[in-house]
Structure formats: structure tokens, C-alpha cells
């Protein structure tokens, strides 16, 4: 493994970076997404349970145990349930603008290792096929064939090296974006269910 590493030239360095950095990305957004989930199915029934009661306590104390980015915007509602509908409404709108970035958190990051990736690759490309033309230029015919091939090496592994690490960004990039506008429509959801509620009207 080594062999092949040190075989591709020193782009590959930060191919493997950017390979280490986007599998920490996808590891850490996929555990979130699970958590926030299993949260949520267990804030709402509870919430539900608290506000037929007119228990707010219980219902603010659910929304901190909870911790998600629905919860937070939850507790802004329950804090400023005494505001006018008009005022209520629009500190949740703020409030919803202000999770949605924890949603989103590292994505950008991935998306531009996913980028970058193809094109280190590409590079590592090019800088190969020029080594591998300097040798043929340099050496007759044929040129020095462990130079050559050691150029052309480089150039095929860099490639593979770029690919291998771009296209399983791009698949979990995509995947997450879609798991985020999830999550805003489940927010908004929750949410208005329980503005519902705390405007006196009935579901």
C-alpha cells in the first residue's frame, strides 16, 4: 500500500487528506441525522402529552432534554407563547433560520473535497503524462523504462486516487443535502403543530 502511495508523487498527500477529512464528514453527519431523529420521535409524543396538560414546564424541560435544532425552535415558542400571533410567528421564522445551518454543518466542506478531490486527481494526471513525455524526449525512442514507468504510475494512481475519493463525496453530499431538506419540512411540521396548539386552535 505504501508502494502505491509513494508511487503516485506527493499529490497524493493531500488526496488522502482530503480522503480522511470527507470520511470523518460522512461518519459524523450520518451519526447526527440518526440522533436528531430518534430525538425527535420521542420529544413529540411528549410534547403533545405536556401541551394537553398546559403543562409548558414539562414541555420547555422535554425541548432542552431533547437538544435538536426542532426542539430549539420548539422552546423559542413556548418561551414567547404569550406574544401576539403576528410576533409569535416571526420569532419562530428567525429562530428557524437560525438551526437550519446546524442541519448543514460540514457540507459545504465535503462538497469542495469532492471538488477538489476530482481535481488533485486530474492534476496528478498531467504531471505524470508530463514527467512520462520528459523521459521519452530525454531518452531516444523508448526513454529510461522505469522512469517511464514510474511517470505513467503516478499519472493512473493519482487519477484513481481522485476518484475514489470524489465520488463517494458526491454520493453522500447528495444524500445529505436531501436529509436536510428532510428535516427543515419535519421541522416546519412539528413546529406549526405546536403554534397550533398555542394559539388556542384545535388540529
Known sequence: MFALIKSGGILMIPIILCGVIATFIIIERCYYF?????????????????????????????????????AKVIKKALECRRWPEPDLKEIISVEMDAVVPLFEHLLTTLGTIA??????????????????????????????????????AEALLTTVAGLSVSIPAVVFHNFFVSRV????TEMESNVTSVLVRLTGRVL
Not at 53 to 62: G, M, R
Not at 124 to 140: D, E, K, W
Not at 181 to 184: A, D, E, G, Q, T
Open 115 to 152: 471538488n477538489i478531490s476530482t481535481l488533485l486527481g486530474l492534476l496528478g494526471t498531467v504531471t505524470g503524462n508530463i514527467r512520462a513525455f520528459g523521459v521519452l524526449g530525454s531518452g531516444g525512442a523508448m526513454g529510461n523504462p522505469a522512469l517511464l514507468a514510474g511517470a505513467i
Open 181 to 184: 431538506n428532510r428535516r427543515i
Open 34 to 70: 440518526y440522533i436528531i431523529r430518534k430525538r425527535d420521535e420521542i420529544l413529540m409524543p411528549s410534547l403533545t402529552d405536556a401541551l394537553l396538560k398546559k403543562d409548558f414546564q414539562a414541555a420547555e424541560i422535554s425541548c432542552v432534554t431533547a437538544g435538536t435544532p426542532a
